[in-house]
């Protein structure tokens, strides 16, 4: 291959994205820049997030800048090196973009991979990447759960929420997850060891706090929050004295032009609750503990993680689009080619 | 005196109370219950919190049945007893109504004060009382401040706030104040030692926010939250990296029957921001320990509360409206009998 597909930003979406807000081009090859390397990326990871990083508002990270490719943790194999730490071959993890090869330099959050130890080194951008980890330290280090809690977990079907449930498991908790539709709710219990499932679709934010209430009649002591909305709102009605609510994501706000807003706050201040908000970014320093601990219950069929591989570049629109339609269960990556 | 008035609940106000949701009625005065006494109500709270309470939903007290006098916080004079721990004449303070007379019995929030420490026994409304230690305890011990730090206050010129404010500043902080009009925005630099003020009157939520950016370009450090609403909303997108938010009160929200909703939750979480759900009530056992301390700061001239004491049971439904339309400024006490 001669030419650098890049799947660009070519203008910031308005509310929900259209596949005018994208171009693929093609560029050149980049050479490797002094002391790096040029990686050809074989696994990107889509994340709700990417859809915050194309607004032009403040965040814990720059815009992506209109023509730049649409920035994404990738997985891939150098393809050419200045720097003998990362030779030709070897299996890389870093911060790059929806394009075929990233020119790269070491540090950041790029690292090279032993890819031996999983199946696929897609694995890196699942459960033993930021997703598996945003479970594993948003619920033990900020919620902090004591076995006999009450825990519910909205996008409890996607890739954050899955894992969430299944580590408020292990800890002990009594988890509700609440998601989109009956077969994702048969799969909380089925296949993430949900104890209770909650289908929002349809409901009035009066019928889903009166379910919850029903699930948990002493109360919610702990709220993994993925969606915000109605969803929130009608979880906020049912805090526990004291409850711990992680704010890990909102994506039922993302592609809203106007905000809908939380109208339950008041809850938060009569129950005494703490509402923290949560990146899983400065638990990077922390990741190399957590991994072989996640890769324990993995191996003890303890903790499952799906993964929802969409196939090629020529793809990128409609398989990130998957992240706002409800499709996709467990985590979303785009195949971008073979590596092995 | 020997008809008790009191000022009574009589429908769940629908949004702003109107005169019409209360009524001044008169029954007899009461007997000391068994082991209990009965209290000449002298100086009455009103606080927005008792809003919450007439509304019928989960709070952290039960509503106000309708029928009963409105639920407050009243210091007062013992007029008849059958416990020789109260004896007539003693000031005692407790959770009694808007009524003349009260029959109590000891414990709960029922406790005896020394009024000859005090200008006016509505100082243990005030300084002394929840107001006073809600910024007390409300600043130092949930947000916890260091010295140079932004701190944003808004209600600054109401009670809580004002005191909020000066203990920051006392503190060490770069004090913010947000409030109503050019004169409180006067008051707050000249009587209360803010930094600087902000008057939100008139503005949308990106003007206030672009004002606040303006104050505080390295963001703010602790957002001490009385209202809510666009206000609430301004300051969100101007908080620091690990803000602490002390959700103290949405007073913008207490009157509207639809809430209007917070919709800037997102830079919590981009931020990594806490938001701490506080109620005041928890901390009554430190009362003691806080209270020489603001005694301290009074003498000194560094911590100044002031007090808008409206007269008369028959004026509650105005007194405690002021809350609402921003004319007063300081704490709001409803004066209803002399006792000395």
Not at 131 to 152: D, N
Not at 246 to 255: K, M, P, R, S, T
Not at 318 to 324: K, T
Request: glycine share 12%; net charge neutral.
């Amino acid at each position: 291959m001669t030419v650098n597909r890049r799947f660009l930003l070519m203008r910031r979406p308005h509310g929900m994205p259209v596949p005018e807000d994208f171009r693929l081009a093609e560029a050149a090859v980049p050479a490797p820049p002094p002391g790096g390397f040029v990686l050809r990326n074989c696994y990107a990871s889509l994340d709700p997030a990417q859809r915050g990083w194309m607004d032009d508002g403040p965040s814990y990270m720059p815009p992506i800048a209109l023509g730049d490719p649409i920035r994404a943790t990738c997985v891939g194999v150098v393809h050419a090196s200045d720097n003998p730490d990362f030779a030709q071959g070897d299996w890389v993890m870093g911060l790059n973009a929806l394009e075929d090869y990233s020119a790269m330099v070491p540090g950041g959050f790029t690292m090279k991979l032993d890819v031996s130890q999983v199946e696929s080194p897609s694995r890196f951008l699942s459960a033993m990447g930021a997703v598996g980890l945003t479970g594993y330290f948003g619920l033990l280090e900020v919620a902090k759960p004591r076995a006999g809690e009450v825990l519910l977990v909205s996008g409890a079907a996607g890739a954050v929420g899955s894992v969430v449930g299944q580590i408020g498991r292990i800890a002990g908790c009594r988890t509700i997850g609440i998601a989109g539709g009956a077969e994702k709710c048969r799969r909380l219990i089925a296949d993430y060891g949900f104890d209770a499932a909650i289908d929002y679709k349809g409901k009035t934010q009066a019928a889903l706090a009166a379910e919850i209430g029903r699930l948990a009649p002493g109360g919610v002591d702990i709220l993994f929050e993925n969606v915000g909305g109605v969803v929130m709102d009608a979880s906020l009605l049912n805090l526990a004295r004291k409850a711990r609510i992680v704010l890990c994501g909102l994506i039922a706000e993302y592609n809203l032009p106007e905000k809908v807003g939380i109208r339950n706050l008041w809850s938060v201040l009569v129950q005494e609750a703490t509402i923290f908000g949560f990146l899983i970014m400065n638990f990077a320093p922390r990741f190399a503990e957590a991994a072989p601990i996640m890769a324990e219950w993995m191996a003890a069929g303890r903790l499952r993680i799906d993964e929802d591989v969409q196939h090629g570049l020529e793809n990128a629109y409609p398989a990130f689009m998957r992240l706002f339609s409800g499709a996709n269960t467990g985590k979303l990556v785009l195949k971008i080619a073979d590596g092995r």
